[in-house]
């Protein structure tokens, strides 16, 4: 239970209260999953009124610093104190990153032909003006025939052409979400998630999985407790630790869903390296879910675009925010996504990644045979758990002072379960693979040191 000692008494004593526990969840004084002081014993501690004590903790969970659980009581969170986004500008280089999945450029065919063939087109002025915030028809046809492959079947008039999937989370967020409102999410989920609802007063609820993905009973008790406006989950693979729902799990969180009229958005980022057939939960229930669909892992990642699939009254509300933002996205890099898909060089990009990540996991499945994780041929990622007593932090720290990047689960965590000690290694990070070879190999006799 947390003992506060010294505040800083020149400023508002609420704030004070509030940036002493930020200070004692940084210095590891508070732990991850920690039980709080309820707001009558940390009134009394202190020596304020009730409401006072009642206004630091809505600032610290305004914070993220602590999340409260109905009839459990306040705790801290579980990725208090550390950063949430997944590239920080403020963090030194790295030899070799194995923290953020690149999109293995050097595999993309040569652009060139291609792209002379658009600065050639006569509508190459059209191109290069500002255009309809939901992008251009045609290529919202294009992006129509895309997620098609992924069982979404949306008419062009309900797409929308955003600047990769990050900016869709973020127009997401600030234009169906006000501050205030809980969307639910896995209690391991995608960084760009808890950045975007973070800088947009948005609380994200996690939610407890099992191998399959979200508890459906969980995530009831959850909109049973709380007024949950949204439900964020990745694709049909999870990220980050890999697992990927069955149909039957599927059926279950749609029952959910349309029971509590949550808003879903889905980000499938890995699909495209997958050709199973199975459907994503989005294709399931159209009328309410936004299917989010990037090329940038796929191919050409600096054009930045993605396609947006939703119901016509949430594309509206979508484009409305991109057109606040940034105007428009550019037709220009919409234009080649589209040639580059309508004359076979994003498939014959699709099969060199398919064909460079299973190499990649078998390298990794080689050099870690003894070791404990999740994996698929169809994954730029691996979940390692990390054997006793190795903890995630530390490794992340140990690896770091190696000049190798990779993620502990505290990276992905959402509220106060304690995640599990484990990392997410990116095997996409490093360009070749006697390079990968080097750094895996370097990574593996850290892990095993001391175990």
Same mark, same amino acid.
């Given at each position: 239970?947390w003992?506060?000692?010294t505040?800083?008494l020149?400023k508002?004593l609420?704030?004070?209260?509030?940036?002493?526990?930020?200070?004692?969840?940084?210095?590891?004084?508070?732990?991850?999953?920690?039980r709080?002081?309820?707001?009558?014993?940390?009134a009394k501690?202190?020596?304020?009124?009730l409401?006072?004590?009642?206004?630091?903790?809505?600032?610290?969970?305004?914070?993220?610093?602590?999340?409260a659980?109905?009839?459990?009581?306040?705790?801290?969170?579980?990725?208090?104190?550390?950063?949430?986004?997944?590239?920080?500008?403020?963090?030194?280089?790295m030899?070799w990153?194995?923290g953020?999945?690149?999109?293995?450029?050097?595999t993309?065919p040569d652009?060139?032909?291609?792209?002379?063939?658009?600065?050639?087109?006569?509508?190459?002025?059209?191109?290069?003006s500002?255009?309809?915030?939901?992008?251009?028809?045609?290529?919202?046809?294009?992006?129509?025939?895309w997620?098609?492959?992924?069982g979404?079947?949306?008419?062009?008039r309900?797409?929308?052409?955003?600047?990769?999937a990050q900016?869709?989370?973020?127009?997401?967020?600030?234009?169906? %979400?006000?501050p /205030?409102? =809980? !969307? &639910?999410?896995?209690?391991?989920?995608y960084?760009?998630?808890?950045?975007? @609802? *973070?800088?947009?007063?948005?609380?994200?609820?996690?939610?407890?999985?099992d191998?399959?993905?979200?508890?459906?009973?969980?995530?009831?008790?959850?909109c049973?407790?709380?007024?949950?406006?949204?439900?964020?989950?990745?694709?049909?693979?999870?990220n980050?630790?890999?697992?990927?729902m069955?149909?039957?799990?599927?059926?279950?969180?749609?029952e959910?869903?349309?029971?509590?009229?949550?808003?879903?958005i889905?980000?499938?980022?890995?699909?495209?390296?997958?050709?199973?057939p199975?459907a994503?939960?989005?294709a399931l229930?159209?009328?309410?879910?936004?299917?989010i669909?990037?090329?940038?892992?796929? %191919?050409?990642? /600096?054009? =930045? !675009? &993605?396609?947006?699939?939703?119901?016509?009254?949430?594309?509206k509300?979508? @484009? *409305?925010?991109?057109?606040?933002?940034?105007l428009t996205?550019?037709?220009?890099?919409?234009?080649?996504?589209?040639?580059?898909?309508?004359?076979?060089?994003?498939?014959?990009?699709?099969?060199?990644?398919?064909h460079a990540?299973?190499?990649r996991?078998a390298?990794?499945r080689?050099?870690?045979a003894?070791?404990?994780?999740e994996?698929?041929?169809?994954?730029?990622?691996?979940?390692?758990?990390?054997?006793?007593?190795?903890?995630?932090?530390?490794?992340?720290?140990?690896?770091?002072?190696?000049?190798i990047r990779?993620?502990?689960?505290?990276?992905?965590?959402?509220?106060?379960?304690?995640?599990?000690?484990?990392?997410?290694?990116?095997?996409?990070?490093?360009?070749?693979?006697?390079?990968?070879?080097?750094?895996?190999?370097?990574?593996?006799?850290i892990?095993?040191?001391s175990?």
């Open positions: 239970m003992n506060l000692k505040i800083d020149n508002p609420y704030l004070a209260v509030v940036e002493a526990l930020e200070r004692d969840i940084r210095s590891g004084a508070l732990q991850p999953g920690e709080m002081p309820t707001h009558r014993s940390l501690q202190v020596g304020v009124t409401s006072t004590a009642s206004r630091v903790y809505r600032e610290a969970e305004q914070r993220g610093l602590i999340t659980v109905v009839g459990r009581g306040t705790f801290v969170t579980a990725d208090a104190g550390k950063k949430t986004s997944i590239i920080d500008v403020d963090q030194g280089a030899d990153d194995m953020i999945a690149k999109p293995l450029a050097r993309d652009l060139c032909p291609l792209a002379r063939k658009v600065l050639h087109k006569r509508r190459l002025p059209y191109l290069m500002y255009s309809d915030p939901q992008g251009l028809p045609e290529h919202r046809g294009v992006g129509a025939d997620v098609s492959r992924f979404v079947e949306a008419p062009p309900n797409i929308v052409i955003t600047a990769g900016h869709a989370l973020t127009i997401i967020c600030n234009s169906l %979400f006000s /205030g409102d =809980r !969307i &639910a999410t896995d209690f391991l989920t960084t760009g998630i808890k950045t975007a @609802t *973070q800088r947009n007063g948005i609380r994200l609820e996690g939610v407890l999985m191998g399959a993905g979200m508890l459906p009973g969980e995530l009831e008790s959850l049973n407790r709380h007024n949950i406006k949204g439900i964020y989950l990745s694709g049909r693979l999870q980050p630790t890999n697992c990927e069955p149909h039957a799990r599927r059926l279950e969180l749609k959910i869903i349309r029971k509590n009229n949550l808003i879903l889905e980000n499938d980022a890995y699909g495209f390296l997958s050709d199973a199975t994503t939960l989005s229930i159209p009328e309410t879910s936004i299917y669909s990037s090329l940038s892992k796929a %191919f050409f990642a /600096g054009l =930045r !675009i &993605a396609f947006v699939a939703a119901p016509a009254p949430l594309a509300k979508l @484009t *409305q925010g991109i057109a606040d933002s940034m996205v550019s037709p220009f890099c919409a234009e080649i996504a589209a040639e580059c898909i309508h004359s076979g060089l994003a498939d014959l990009s699709i099969m060199k990644k398919r990540v299973a190499k996991v390298l990794f080689k050099i870690f003894g070791h404990v994780f994996s698929t041929e169809h994954s730029m990622l691996i979940w390692l758990k990390l054997p006793h007593p190795r903890k995630g932090l530390e490794l992340e720290q140990e690896a770091a002072n190696h000049k990779v993620f502990s689960a505290e990276k992905f965590a959402v509220g106060s379960t304690p995640p599990p000690e484990a990392v997410r290694i990116s095997l996409t990070g490093v360009e070749d693979m006697a390079t990968l070879r080097k750094a895996l190999c370097s990574l593996e006799r892990v095993s040191k175990c």
